[in-house]
């Protein structure tokens, strides 16, 4: 992974050497590995280094190929063969093994603006065409790499960190408050293009962003496909091209040293670990393996280590597990580890980082089973809707097909089905109590809600559940929290779930009930992980972390730590229940919703230190 950085001055202005080396520096807390700078008499590049291992002599960046065209970029390129093919038929030389850097410039020299839609992986690169005065920029399809921008009127600056471009003194002071309202609805924004500081966005997943002649231009370049339709005659035939995918996916993701697991006892994780493993006994890596696990031992039920264990130890990978019972609310808030440049109502994020920090202490390489729920998202109530519009012969069919491959009678999904006749989602947001009246009217908070609770206006004709699911804002928010800009941790986290071959196929499979219960990976995964794992039902925690805190500890679990006055802008302090940090006495109803006007006032704080 790499940190880039820069900018391009207006009306013919000179570059800022000083603009250049205070970005150079707001890179290197995310860059152990060093920074490097180029720049012309229009635009500057910079860029910080961090080595994980998947290419043995990376080319120093900035760079250019040609002396024409410079670029620097944070990037892992996919389907290498494929391109270098494209390339070669193109008419430029390139080989497989090339730097994901090579790659990328030749794309743009053969495909221009294009280029972006010719190239897998997970990506966010900036190019300056000089001949052509113009700065090409793109991110990748589900935004796992950082791309953020800002216009001035020097020019227009873009970074792939937040603190590089919110602390430039050209960029406007203000925040957002339709982030801040987002924010305190749903706990992160739900428009991928804004940040909490108003002048400051990001270019959005899929997206390509041009800069020309004083304009900015953006275009997508690449959406979830919609008509596509894999017709196999078996249930086995789709597990095996599934599992070929996936363990492709792995294995692109899996550098030449070693590697870290963020491990669950579910299925998602622990089959991606066990593609590893078959992956490097094959040799076609060389990764030493090592897991990490967080788990409750006391405060609440939980089983995941022992179906963890159960898994590393089938697998032989080495895991570290870490009970998280100890960990108070905002442990260690304030601290330099824990400061974020965006607010967040994680109050056990002291849990998240303490993780990275052991992952980063393995290897510079993370792979985690992020995106495993939403991309084998089943077919709701699929045998109740296949009786309710007269279809029972197929229903029955589909029933005793999925028993005969799972050995269990299959779950009709009545009562999921009922509310979804009522107009009912699995959950409806509302506008909480304690939000200022008059900041959400001027916001239009409440029809913003509303318009979320209608749903995505496109419905996919196969997988109508698993895409609402992917198109959700809440993907590269997540992605963020886990990029070194924000860390400030060396490790590279990567997401074999978010390959997007692996997405275009399981949004091709047709709907049928043997699919449900995650079918590809139980009967994919069988002589790979334990029965017994495999079996597991779905084991979400039983308890809301935070309100067994609250519930054990009282009013003092907050270490006291109140909401202030700085956000009553956006929130009514006295409604706020003082069990999460406010001036009410009425018990709080949702405490991981009601604590985010605390983590809010926090960050406010935090900003003015």
């Known amino acids: 992974m790499s940190g880039i950085a820069g900018f391009v001055s207006a009306g013919g202005a000179p570059v800022d050497p000083a603009r250049l080396a205070r970005m150079a520096a707001a890179l290197a807390p995310r860059a152990p590995d060093g920074t490097r700078t180029w720049s012309d008499a229009r635009c500057a590049l910079a860029h910080g280094l961090l080595l994980t291992g998947d290419e043995s002599t990376p080319p120093p960046q900035p760079c250019s190929a040609d002396g024409l065209i410079h670029i620097c970029a944070d990037a892992r390129i996919d389907g290498r063969e494929e391109l270098a093919r494209a390339l070669n038929a193109g008419g430029i030389a390139a080989a497989p093994d090339d730097s994901a850097t090579l790659l990328i410039h030749h794309a743009y020299r053969l495909w221009g603006d294009a280029c972006a839609a010719h190239l897998l992986g997970d990506f966010a690169f900036a190019l300056w065409d000089a001949p052509r005065g113009r700065l090409f ?63 400051i966005r990001q270019l959005q997943p899929a997206h390509t962003l041009v800069v020309e002649d004083g304009r900015v231009s953006i275009r997508r370049y690449w959406s979830l496909p919609l008509d596509e339709e894999t017709c196999y005659r078996r249930p086995g035939d789709y597990v095996d091209h599934f599992v070929h995918l996936l363990r492709g996916a792995v294995r692109d993701r899996l550098p030449g040293g070693a590697a870290s697991f963020f491990l669950s006892g579910g299925r998602d994780s622990t089959s991606l670990a066990a593609l590893a493993t078959e992956t490097i006994a094959r040799g076609e890596r060389t990764a030493a393996l090592r897991g990490y696990t967080a788990y409750y031992e006391r405060l609440m039920p939980d089983r995941e280590r022992e179906f963890t264990e159960l898994a590393a130890n089938a697998l032989s990978i080495p895991t570290e597990y870490t009970a998280v019972d100890p960990y108070q609310a905002f442990e260690r808030w304030g601290t330099p580890a824990l400061r974020r440049p965006q607010p967040t109502a994680s109050a056990l994020m002291a849990i998240e980082v303490d993780q990275l920090s052991s992952a980063a202490r393995h290897a510079r390489v993370l792979l985690t089973g992020q995106g495993g729920d939403a991309v084998l998202r089943e077919t709701r109530s699929r045998l109740t809707k296949l009786a309710a519009s007269g279809r029972l012969l197929r229903a029955a069919r589909e029933a005793a097909e999925y028993a005969w491959l799972h050995g269990r009678v299959p779950r009709p999904g009545v009562r999921t089905w009922l509310h979804e006749r009522r107009g009912g989602r699995p959950w409806r947001a509302e506008v909480p109590r304690w939000v200022d009246a008059g900041f959400a009217r001027r916001t239009g908070l ?108 009282g009013d003092g679990w907050l270490g006291g730590r109140r909401v202030t006055e700085a956000v009553a802008a956006w929130v009514d302090v006295g409604r706020v229940p003082a069990a999460a940090g406010g001036r009410s006495p009425e018990p709080p109803e949702q405490l991981w919703q009601e604590i985010r006007p605390l983590g809010l006032s926090l960050w406010l704080s935090a900003q003015r230190r």
């Open 446 to 553: 409440h029809e913003r809600v509303a318009a979320w609770n209608a749903g995505p206006g496109i419905v996919h004709p196969l997988r109508p559940e698993a895409y609402e699911q992917l198109v959700a804002p809440l993907w590269p928010g997540m992605f963020l929290g886990y990029d070194p800009g924000v860390t400030g941790i060396p490790v590279e986290v990567r997401h074999p779930y978010f390959d997007v071959r692996v997405v275009h196929f399981l949004l091709s499979i047709p709907p049928s009930q043997w699919y449900n219960d995650k079918g590809l990976l139980r009967i994919g995964m069988r002589g790979r992980l334990p029965e017994r794992l495999l079996r597991r039902p779905k084991s979400p925690l039983v308890d809301d972390p935070l309100r067994v805190r609250w519930r054990e500890q």
């Open 137 to 199: 920029c793109a991110r990748d399809h589900f935004g796992v790499k950082p791309f953020f921008y800002a216009r001035t009127g020097g020019g227009f600056l873009f970074s792939s960190t937040l603190d590089c471009l919110a602390a430039d003194p050209a960029v406007p002071a203000g925040l957002d408050e339709g982030w801040i309202g987002d924010f305190l609805v749903h706990g992160d924004t739900q428009d991928v293009a804004a940040t909490v500081h108003s002048a």
